[in-house]
């Protein structure tokens, strides 16, 4: 009898699940590797073959999937939405990151704008940096922005210098994309069930308890009712009415 869904297993033990892998999670998140260089070595020799022949007038992200496309360009392209969804922006000058559809907030303000504002006239970071001095225009961005994403955007440190800005793999502190950072950022994608967050801290502390492992995984099935005491059974109607 299955107690429970495979997916269910997979779900990281703070919330809930076993932490078994999801061997088609991971398998996207190798994919998304590639997909990565292509991003920040956009001159090596494999991802120029690859721009000429299915994306040679579009970037990467409006890149679309062609006729009969290789085997690696159909996984890579399988791979882009796993980008999109952790990938964001150091701000350099500001040129090639759009205010309203890129990720370049902090993390913890969210990684973009949500609220939407009547200013329609700034669509670039690099209109609200005053290029000379290096700095934020704070008036031209209070303006524009509520209390919270104005603080957020005034901590954004900027360089001393005029850089390039720069992809980077927000789930990570070195900005770098790996295939355990792609792979947690899918796992707990769809883990936003309420109950599962509203007991993350007494998940955590079970499996932290200093027991045999098989008692830590005893109480787990107790938590979600898998032991198959003739209750159980009897309604999940495999059993007849319970002694």
């Avoid at 992200?61 to 939405?81: C, D, E, L, M, Q």
């Avoid at 922006?89 to 969210?110: E, H, Q």
């Avoid at 209109?127 to 000379?132: P, S, V």
């Avoid at 992809?167 to 355990?180: F, L």
Wanted: glycine share 6%; charged share 25%; with cysteine.
């Amino acid at each position: 009898m299955h107690w429970c869904k495979w997916s269910d297993l997979c779900k990281p033990k703070d919330l809930g699940g076993l932490g078994f892998r999801d061997l088609c999670k991971f398998n996207v998140a190798l994919l998304a590797k590639q997909g990565w260089r292509f991003l920040i070595k956009p001159e090596s020799l494999v991802a120029r073959i690859f721009k000429a022949k299915y994306f040679p007038h579009r970037d990467f992200w409006n890149a679309r999937i062609g006729n009969y496309p290789s085997y690696v360009w159909k996984s890579t392209f399988a791979a882009r939405k796993l980008l999109e969804e952790g990938m964001g922006w150091k701000v350099g000058s500001g040129t090639k990151i759009n205010v309203w559809r890129d990720n370049w907030l902090p993390r913890r303000a969210g990684g973009r704008i949500h609220k939407t504002t009547a200013n329609n006239s700034i669509s670039m970071v690099s209109e609200l940096i005053d290029q000379a001095q290096q700095r934020w225009k704070e008036d031209v961005i209070t303006s524009i922005f509520d209390a919270e994403e104005a603080a957020a955007i005034l901590c954004i440190p900027l360089p001393r210098s005029v850089e390039e800005d720069k992809v980077v793999w927000m789930g990570d502190c070195t900005g770098e994309y790996s295939v355990r950072g792609g792979y947690r950022v899918l796992i707990n994608s769809g883990n936003t069930n309420e109950n599962s967050l509203h007991n993350t801290e007494v998940y955590r502390k079970l499996w932290l308890l200093d027991i045999p492992a098989k008692s830590k995984t005893t109480i787990w099935r107790m938590m979600y009712n898998f032991i198959p005491t003739p209750h159980i059974l009897y309604n999940r109607r495999i059993a007849f009415v319970p002694t």
